[in-house]
T-cell receptor, first 114, second 114 residues
Framework: DAGVTQSPTHLIKTRGQQVTLRCSPKSGHDTVSWYQQALGQGPQFIFQYYEEEERQRGNFPDRFSGHQFPNYSSELNVNALLLGDSALYLC?????????????FGQGTRLTVV | DQQVKQNSPSLSVQEGRISILNCDYTNSMFDYFLWYKKYPAEGPTFLISISSIKDKNEDGRFTVFLNKSAKHLSLHIVPSQPGDSAVYFCAASPLIQGAQKLVFGQGTRLTINP
């Protein structure tokens, strides 16, 4: 049973460019959340997708957008990259109807903006 | 506004002894708490959770204690093993949201010395 998979694992982009990160949830999960983890900090919630819609959003600008596909996989898009967007981006999946459960995380995508 | 705080950035414990990691929260809406462990180059791995209807939850060597009046929780690992060396994150959420939108602390780096 494959867990949460993310691609790519590493990425280097230039300021002002756009980037797309991808996530496939754990089998049986229907909800995908994205987190940004800056160096030395805990993960910060970006947004959550369920039934192909953004359901909740954290304190991130509109440059951060996403999408969920019918097979529950998801993309995170970041436009007009800034140096401060350099971070580890984590995808987590869970099963929406089950409240008392944990989220499973992927290994992350390390984004470096130069 | 740091709603979940782990005030010890690092902790060093002798193998076989007890490791105690602490976490404080400020948001009284939080009633579901989780601990994750993270190795370098991997995503966070779920360890143990507790909801506010309990004050203790055990799973093998791991026990989480919740003190709602003090808005404090702790993770006890006994006995500590070298493989427990990792960064530990405390996370919280309103139970109505389950694991859908987690607020993380900054993490505590635990080192188990042989």
């Amino acid at each position: 049973d494959a867990g949460v998979t993310q691609s790519p694992t590493h990425l280097i982009k230039t300021r002002g460019q756009q980037v797309t990160l991808r996530c496939s949830p754990k089998s049986g999960h229907d909800t995908v959340s994205w987190y940004q983890q800056a160096l030395g900090q805990g993960p910060q919630f970006i947004f959550q997708y369920y039934e192909e819609e953004e359901r909740q959003r954290g304190n991130f600008p509109d440059r951060f957008s996403g999408h969920q596909f019918p097979n529950y996989s998801s993309e995170l898009n970041v436009n007009a990259l800034l140096l401060g967007d350099s971070a580890l981006y984590l995808c987590a999946s869970s099963y929406f109807p089950s409240l008392n459960t944990e989220a499973f995380f992927g290994q992350g995508t390390r984004l470096t903006v130069v | 506004d740091q709603q979940v705080k782990q005030n010890s950035p690092s902790l060093s414990v002798q193998e076989g002894r007890i490791s105690i990691l602490n976490c404080d929260y400020t948001n009284s809406m939080f009633d579901y708490f989780l601990w994750y462990k993270k190795y370098p180059a991997e995503g966070p791995t779920f360890l143990i959770s507790i909801s506010s209807i309990k004050d203790k939850n055990e799973d093998g060597r791991f026990t989480v204690f919740l003190n709602k009046s003090a808005k404090h929780l702790s993770l006890h690992i006994v006995p500590s093993q070298p493989g427990d060396s990792a960064v530990y994150f405390c996370a919280a959420s309103p139970l109505i949201q389950g694991a859908q939108k987690l607020v993380f602390g900054q993490g505590t780096r635990l080192t188990i010395n042989p």
